[in-house]
């Protein structure tokens, strides 16, 4: 019988299961409420706009032919030169030479680090680092750094910069221009992750790195900065829809990545993101952001009331996701198993959002990330009080 283990390539040893997948097996079963998984809402996608594109395009016999046909490996054009003119709008002339689509913005994170990471070489993520990230980057065994320790041999480095996952934060101004002045000091190139920036509450949002960066160094061409954004959140994700933006030799290289890779998106899908697109999203947008809003806005009133003193938690002013910190010494992932089982609350530990070929930090061993984007806003205070209430009992007897 064939050893399959000794068959398999070294870096699949780093390469283990996301706990938040995990979690999603979970979806449907009776009783338990989702804090964990922070999925976007299906309820929320535009049906009829997809079923009114689906329509037009597959009721036009020159365009049905041209969505059931291979797309270019860099993308429908009219979607990537849209792209381009909402990067431009943005303050970061684009042209189409700039944008590559990807099948979703997870394969863009693999195919950057497929093109810089070769076994050892360090990249910097910021730690807790969203765990698909971290997935696609162990892949080719890199060297995790911690985002602001000193190094200058950093292949790249990775940052979200509104709503992080997990902790739902947005960086700094200043934070943003201290990364910008390192990365072209170094000549390091920055992977900005965008993927929640359409989803604001409330607060004055500000210029995402890649348009600063931009204007700071002469242009797109000029900037160590790359783009990665999705329309997974704000139209669905099963169309797979995301893009790469950077400098166009970049971008060459990436797209023969992807030749290797798949060939191509599915036009089809492209052709009804962009009928959805152009047929306008504000409406749309408005709604969605007021839906998560509510449940926002229910999961933090209901932290407040229910958990005990000691716990720390973000107040997120976009995104989808809430980060709570126990005191030190308390064992987040013991406590994920515990409120699963005997509140029936899906949550996820802190530990996923790290890498696992580094020592734990203490941050990420005693917090947990709570999501409301799958719950409704009755939902949110009822899991939050079911996950308050084990929380006093842990906290007021830790053994």
């Known amino acids: 019988m064939i050893d399959w283990n000794g068959r398999y390539a070294s870096r699949m040893k780093n390469v283990v299961a996301s706990d938040i997948r995990e979690k999603m097996k979970l979806l449907g079963q009776r ?24 329509s037009a395009i597959l ?26 003119d909402y990067q431009t709008r943005r303050g970061a002339a684009c042209s189409i030479d700039n944008v590559m689509i ?44 911690p985002l602001g320790r000193d190094t200058g041999d950093a292949k790249f480095a990775y940052v979200g910069t509104e709503f992080c996952n997990p902790t739902g934060l947005s960086m700094t101004a200043e934070h943003r221009q201290s990364l910008i002045d390192v990365a072209r000091e170094r000549g390091m190139p920055v992977l900005e ?24 160094c002469g242009g797109v061409e000029q900037s160590p900065f790359l783009h990665a954004g999705s329309f997974s959140k704000i139209i669905a994700p099963s169309l797979r829809i995301g893009w790469l ?34 047929g306008g ?38 995104g989808l996701y809430v980060w709570v910190t126990f005191p030190e010494g308390f064992d987040a992932a013991a406590f994920a198993e515990r409120v699963l089982l005997e509140r029936e609350v899906s949550v996820v ?18 917090s947990i990330r709570l999501s409301f984007s ?24 830790p053994n």
């Open 281 to 318: 999203l504000d409406e749309h947008l408005a709604m969605v952001r007021q839906a998560y809003r509510e449940r926002r806005d229910s999961m933090l009133a209901a932290l407040s009331r229910h958990m005990p003193a000691g716990v720390e938690w973000t107040s997120p002013e976009g």
């Open 59 to 84: 009721n036009d016999s020159a365009r049905a032919r041209q969505a059931l046909s291979y797309a270019p490996s860099e993308g429908h054009a009219p979607l990537r030169q849209w792209v381009a």
């Open 102 to 145: 990807t099948n979703g913005s997870q394969q863009g994170l693999d195919f950057v680090a497929r093109l810089f990471l070769a076994p050892g070489d360090p990249v910097m993520v910021e730690i807790p680092a969203f765990v698909g990230a971290l997935r696609a980057f162990d892949a080719y065994e890199p060297r995790y750094v």
């Open 31 to 54: 009783n338990i409420i989702h804090l964990g998984g922070g999925l976007p809402d299906p309820a929320l996608f535009p049906e009829a706009a997809l079923a009114d594109a689906a």
């Open 245 to 278: 933006a950077g400098p166009a030799e970049v971008i060459r290289k990436l797209v023969l990545i992807k030749q290797a890779a798949d060939l191509a998106t599915s036009a089809l899908n492209q052709m009804l993101a962009l009928e959805v697109l152009e």
């Open 374 to 397: 799958m719950i409704d806003a009755e939902q949110a205070a009822e899991g939050v009080a079911r996950f308050g209430e084990l929380a006093r009992l842990c906290l007021a007897a």
């Open 349 to 366: 530990a802190g530990q996923a959002f790290h890498p696992q070929t580094n020592p734990i930090d203490p941050g990420c061993a005693r």
């Open 193 to 216: 992750d965008g993927c929640y920036e359409q989803l604001r509450y409330e607060g004055e949002s500000l210029p995402p790195l890649f348009v600063t960066a931009a204007q700071q």
